[in-house]
């Protein structure tokens, strides 16, 4: 072992960051679909960016982080999804080797069609196989970082007040436990292996 490599590990067990925390960040790309009404975009770049960076600022210590790769624009006919089946078609629209993720005017809650939702991890019937993440407008910068832990792994929520898996906040940063934290890695392992997705370049 060098002398470099030594002292890392010596001023990361000082600093109570283990070894692996040091490694590269894992940048993994985004394709975001945004509805589009009247030729407009229904979420702006603030918007977007907002939530980006938020995701980042989440994962940044798990060495997880999000580029945007590709921006599209979804038919109006999305703008507002009330069943299993309007959230089903938007599986014809995914692009490969990426996470994708549909941005809508509204996201209405399959099961309770009283309630309006604010984002889902989506499992399309029609299309096995297929998974995507949607958010709406009502949705907080949170609520897009808490549906990409759903699709990196997590499925269920936790009963943790700030945990990133929860529904309640906590007055710090939203963080994962460890067991979360190896379901992300091994996730991870199993989307580049299958070629699900492809590590993204860092960005500029």
């Known amino acids: 072992m060098s002398v470099v490599a030594a002292l890392a590990i010596i001023a990361g067990a000082v600093l109570g960051v283990r070894a692996e925390d040091t490694a590269p960040t894992r940048w993994l790309p985004l394709a975001l679909h945004v509805v589009e009404q009247d030729g407009e975009p229904v979420a702006d770049e603030a918007f977007i960016q907002a939530r980006v960076d938020r995701a980042n600022e989440i994962y940044a210590r798990y060495r ?12 109006e006919a999305h703008a507002h999804l009330s069943s299993r089946a309007d ?3 938007l599986a014809p629209y995914l692009q490969r080797k990426v996470i994708n993720c549909f941005v809508v005017t509204s996201l209405r809650d399959v099961d309770e069609p009283e309630r309006m939702r604010r984002g889902v991890h ?14 709406s407008l009502l949705g907080d910068r949170d609520v897009f970082s808490h549906e990409l832990g759903h699709y990196l ?16 906040r906590g007055p710090m940063l939203p963080f994962l436990d460890p067991a979360q934290l190896t379901r992300l890695e ?18 500029r």
Do not use: C
């Open 64 to 75: 997880v982080g999000f580029v945007v790769q590709r921006r599209l624009p979804l038919k």
């Open 87 to 89: 959230r089903d078609a």
């Open 122 to 135: 989506w499992h399309a019937a029609s299309h096995p196989g297929a998974h995507y993440v949607i958010i």
């Open 153 to 168: 792994g997590n499925p269920n929520h936790s009963p943790t007040p700030g945990n990133l898996m929860s529904y309640e």
């Open 186 to 203: 091994s996730s991870l392992r199993g989307y580049f292996k299958r070629g699900e997705l492809a590590p993204a370049a860092p960005p």
